[in-house]
């Protein structure tokens, strides 16, 4: 009898009106009848005396009602504690056509939006993320904090890839979710797919790989089917090995033949919400819902109240003089034990549409705030679970409040809620290991918060910087573009000059020879014609004299503006053979992801850019794999 007591001992404030009417029934019985008793008797009328029987099976049917109220307990009960291990995975393609502009300001950008429209509806079950160009990488494992994958795609592009322009893998990232899932303990799952594309070989992989699986697969095709080129970061247009611009095309048959087999949705992309909605109406509710079993089972005190029921319904029947027959059969009959939870619960078919996890309908039946509370749970109502749970004094309803706030994203009011759960259970190893999970979450936020704030202080430093940079670089184009007109005008200028000197050299010299042949028709003829042939020489002579100095002013124009286009194409050849040797560090870089990384030397360092840190991860992952093969549509 240690482990006795009543749950609701506030019930027994109800005897006060049966002590009051055995009161009033106590003085009632000293007031005699109409006739006296000594008359009575001697005309020989026995008075009859008023019967107790009545007021004593009230008395004790009273006292049974009321103390069944009450709640006594003997003892503990399990009640259920609820963890759902349901899971899906989010694979992002992240290849370089994720950068084609059919789409503004690019896909990459649209695809990013569309998955974290996503995320506030997975709130039941585990999300894991996985990127994928040639290779798949895991960017993130199972996780309940949305809030995390949020931040990793916001970081997540083709430039972190360890193996640009190799194309894309689904299937290798279809299998690295299904291996995800596996070791997670789960037989089956939903995959969503964010891609731009499948090819036929792809296509093919894919399905030997899910065939005759429980995996389902619901794609998101980001991109049209005209498509268009690819604008790479630094402006260019993306090309093949032959130099033609690639065209990003999104073809969406394989698409829908891939989510067809597998029961899911293949949607393109919308503006509004619709594509989104569609996938979320099929993902919402993990297929596999789990509830864990703890090591350590956390009891609540049970209410045996409902063993009264049975005597007070056999003294109610004793009110009738017909009832006795009744009364035995109730007695001595054997009561299935369905049909006596009838009588004993209100919340019977609450329990009925909870067991065949019908659990809205359930918790809009329940009146046990503890049952309500645990209904509303799985059902995913976690605000209503914490109005239902919150108030309740049981162990078990506490733990499950925490659990509510946590599911909720209220860490700080769950993360209190345990800590006071501990304080008066310290032996709770659940309640131990979810308040570690809590506690690293909170860590985590606080340092993706500072990430973040320093990645957009240094954000707006680069902005800066680069905003600057091209001040500059304009500044020197103007400067240059100027000086060359400059020039150009001079030695326009020169030309001008020198063929204005020379027109008018020749009019003066027909001039001259004009007026020497009139002088020369005024003298003889001997002597004009000997001066003649002087003067005709000495024409000749200064003639030729100027017509070679203005052949060497034209040679020497022409040897300057050969000169300055030499300078112009040194200077061209110089920026090209940079650009060059830089596209072939980064080439190289790309194409052997098992060198060591000068990045994976600075984890260690404070500070690091939330995207750096992302672009290690994945290149110690691509340090463990196998080089991928070409593609069929490598660029």
């Known amino acids: 009898m240690a482990n006795f007591t009543f749950l609701y001992p506030m019930w027994f404030l109800a005897l006060i009106p049966l002590v009051a009417l055995?009161?009033?029934?106590?003085?009632?019985?000293?007031?005699?009848?109409?006739?006296?008793?000594?008359?009575?008797?001697?005309?020989?009328?026995?008075?009859?005396?008023?019967g107790h029987g009545f007021l004593y099976g009230l008395s004790v049917i009273w006292f049974c009602v009321t103390t069944a109220l009450a709640g006594p307990s003997f003892g503990y009960k399990e009640t259920p504690s609820f963890q759902l291990s349901g899971a899906r995975i989010l694979v992002m393609d992240m290849s370089r056509s994720l950068y084609a502009t059919d789409l503004k300001p690019n896909r990459l950008t649209q695809a990013k939006y569309k998955a974290k429209d996503l995320l506030p509806y997975w709130k039941e079950g585990m999300t894991g993320l996985v990127a994928y160009a040639n290779s798949s990488y895991l960017v993130s494992p199972l996780t309940g904090d949305s809030k995390t994958l949020d931040n990793l795609i916001t970081n997540l592009s083709p430039e972190i890839m360890p193996y640009k322009g190799k194309g894309s893998n689904l299937s290798t990232a279809i299998n690295q979710s299904i291996e995800m899932m596996k070791k997670s303990g789960h037989q089956q799952g939903d995959i969503v797919v964010l891609t731009d594309g499948i090819s036929s070989s792809q296509l093919k992989k894919v399905?030997?790989?899910?065939?005759g699986t429980k995996w389902?697969?619901?794609?998101?095709?980001?991109?049209?089917?005209?498509?268009?080129?690819?604008?790479?970061?630094?402006?260019?247009?993306?090309?093949?090995?032959?130099?033609?611009?690639?065209?990003?095309?999104?073809?969406?048959?394989?698409?829908?033949?891939?989510?067809?087999?597998?029961?899911?949705?293949?949607?393109?992309?919308?503006s509004d919400n619709s594509d989104i909605d569609a996938i979320v109406r099929l993902t919402k509710t993990p297929?596999?819902?789990?509830?864990?079993?703890?090591?350590?089972?956390?009891?609540?005190?049970a209410n045996h109240g409902y063993w009264l029921l049975f005597p007070i319904v056999l003294l109610s029947l004793f009110a009738f003089r017909k009832g006795?027959?009744?009364?035995?059969?109730?007695?001595?009959?054997?009561?299935?034990?369905?049909?006596?939870?009838t009588l004993l619960s209100n919340d019977y078919n609450a329990h009925q549409q909870y067991e065949q996890k019908e659990y809205q309908a359930a918790s809009e039946q329940f009146q046990s705030k503890q049952w309500k509370g645990a209904a509303q749970y799985k059902a995913g109502d976690y605000k209503g679970a914490i109005e239902s749970l919150t108030g309740l004094s049981d162990v078990q309803s506490q733990y499950n409040l925490a659990?509510?706030?946590?599911?909720?994203?209220?860490?700080?009011?769950?993360k209190a809620q345990y800590e006071s759960l501990l304080q008066a259970n310290p032996d709770m190893k659940d309640a131990k290991t979810n308040l570690d999970i809590v506690n690293k979450a909170l860590e985590q936020q606080q340092q993706q918060q500072q990430q973040q704030n320093d990645k957009n202080k240094q954000s707006d430093k680069n902005k800066d910087n680069k905003e600057q940079d091209q001040n500059k670089d304009k500044q020197n184009q103007d400067n240059k573009d100027g000086s060359d007109q400059s020039s150009d005008s001079k030695n326009s200028q020169s030309q001008?000059?020198?063929?204005?000197?020379?027109?008018?050299?020749?009019?003066?010299?027909?001039?001259?020879?004009?007026?020497?042949?009139?002088?020369?028709?005024?003298?003889?003829?001997?002597?004009?014609?000997?001066?003649?042939?002087?003067?005709?020489?000495?024409d000749a002579s200064s003639q030729e004299q100027k017509q070679q100095a203005q052949d060497k002013k034209q040679q020497e124009q022409k040897e300057k503006e050969k000169s300055a286009q030499a300078s112009d194409k040194?200077?061209?050849?110089?920026?090209?053979?940079?650009?060059?040797?830089?596209?072939?560090?980064?080439?190289?870089?790309?194409?052997?992801?098992?060198?060591?990384?000068p990045r994976l030397q600075k984890l260690e360092q404070s500070g690091a850019k939330e995207d750096e840190l992302l672009r290690a991860l994945l290149y110690l992952q691509a340090q463990q794999q196998e080089p991928p093969q070409a593609s069929e549509n490598e660029w």
Not at 24 to 46: D, E, S
């Open 207 to 211: 399905t030997v790989l899910i065939d």
């Open 570 to 597: 040194q200077n061209d050849a110089k920026k090209e053979k940079k650009q060059a040797q830089m596209q072939s560090q980064q080439g190289q870089v790309d194409s052997d992801a098992k060198t060591t990384d």
């Open 22 to 50: 055995i009161v009033i029934q106590r003085k009632n019985q000293h007031h005699g009848g109409l006739i006296a008793p000594h008359i009575a008797k001697q005309l020989g009328m026995v008075q009859k005396k008023n």
């Open 324 to 341: 006795m027959i009744l009364a035995l059969l109730l007695v001595l009959l054997p009561v299935d034990k369905s049909m006596a939870n």
């Open 496 to 538: 001008d000059s020198q063929q204005n000197q020379q027109n008018q050299q020749n009019q003066q010299n027909q001039q001259n020879q004009q007026n020497q042949q009139n002088q020369q028709k005024d003298k003889s003829q001997s002597e004009n014609e000997s001066k003649s042939d002087k003067q005709e020489k000495s």
């Open 216 to 270: 389902r697969i619901s794609l998101l095709g980001v991109g049209t089917t005209n498509g268009a080129p690819i604008e790479l970061p630094n402006g260019q247009l993306l090309t093949d090995n032959t130099g033609k611009t690639v065209v990003a095309k999104l073809n969406p048959q394989p698409l829908q033949q891939i989510a067809t087999e597998t029961h899911g949705v293949a949607q393109l992309i919308q």
């Open 287 to 301: 297929l596999e819902q789990v509830t864990k079993n703890s090591d350590t089972q956390v009891n609540s005190r």
């Open 403 to 414: 659990n509510a706030l946590a599911q909720n994203g209220q860490l700080e009011d769950a």
